[in-house]
């Protein structure tokens, strides 16, 4: 299952109403796929479906690893609200979850050493799918500064790899129907 914020429903995105400037609707389209997530994991729709993977699409990656430090956090003190949550959110997260780096909302001088630590809080590279978010270029760099800072080995798993898992996919197949 793939979720992609947007407005083209009746209900707005953010909890107090309508955005009246895109840079609100824009910036708040990763709070909306962090009330999606929470949902799914609290609600208990990832135990109910333990196949169940989700592809969060186009809202940024770099809010994950607070939202699941708060939810483990939170879960600790209240998981007898919700038994259906069996282990740590941040567990059942990084088992159902991935998310496409387009657009990459790192800060600008996000280095090396950033990108490592960040990568071990999310749960590391194979939660991440390549996206280009073409046509789209209003976010900078965006995915190419990410993948520069990748080994080779997770460049390939974020470029090629967990897609290829994700859908069972052939790796040998041809990318192009032959005659």
């Not at 940024?60 to 699941?68: E, F, M």
């Amino acid at each position: 299952m793939a979720i992609h914020p947007g407005v083209a429903g009746a209900n707005p995105l953010s909890p107090v109403g309508w955005s009246s400037h895109y840079v609100e609707d824009y910036a708040g389209a990763a709070l909306t796929l962090q009330s999606q997530l929470t949902s799914l994991v609290c609600e208990g729709v990832l135990a109910a479906h333990p196949g169940l993977r989700v592809v969060l699409l186009e809202s940024g990656v770099t809010w994950l690893p607070s939202l699941i430090w708060r939810l483990d956090k939170n879960w600790k003190a209240l998981r007898r609200e919700v038994p259906w949550v069996d282990r740590a959110p941040s567990r059942i997260i990084r088992e159902h979850v991935l998310l496409t780096v387009a657009p990459f909302d790192a800060p600008p001088e996000a280095t090396l050493e950033w990108t490592e630590r960040f990568l071990a809080q999310m749960g590391g590279a194979g939660m991440l799918l390549h996206a280009s978010d073409y046509p789209h270029w209003h976010h900078g760099d965006g995915p190419a500064a990410l993948l520069g800072q990748l080994s080779p080995a997770e460049r390939t798993q974020v470029l090629s790899g967990n897609a290829t898992d994700l859908y069972g996919l052939d790796e040998e197949a041809p990318c192009a129907p032959t005659a």
